[in-house]
């Protein structure tokens, strides 16, 4: 009797005609695409372009940092810069602290 219901129940996912396990990868795949394209793919982009605006940096850039403060760099090093904030006042901060640049000199 044991033996008829195993058999039963295999033969009655064949006529649904699914495939058991399969739809649960699939979605994984969907899930994980969907998370690189809205989430993962952005951000690795965002990371690239301020790479390049912090290593584009030079002498006489107007910058914006991220705690808010607007100057002229006065000097460049390999890991940090000096930045004029007002007449005689400089600050010296990481490169990567700084989020906008405009080159007007």
Do not use: C, W
Not at 66 to 94: C, F, P, R, W, Y
Request: without cysteine.
């Amino acid at each position: 009797m044991v033996s008829e219901a195993f058999a039963m129940a295999g033969t009655a996912t064949a006529e649904q005609g699914g495939r058991p396990g399969y739809e649960g990868i699939i979605m994984l795949v969907l899930m994980f695409a969907i998370f690189y394209f809205l989430l993962i793919r952005p951000q690795q982009k965002r990371a690239k372009q301020h790479r390049e605006l912090v290593n584009n940096l030079k002498v006489g850039d107007s910058v914006v940092t991220a705690g808010g403060i607007h100057g002229k760099i006065a000097s460049v090093q390999d890991t940090s810069l000096t930045v004029e904030i007002a007449t005689g006042v400089k600050i010296k901060m990481n490169r990567s602290s700084v989020t906008d640049v405009s080159s007007e000199g």
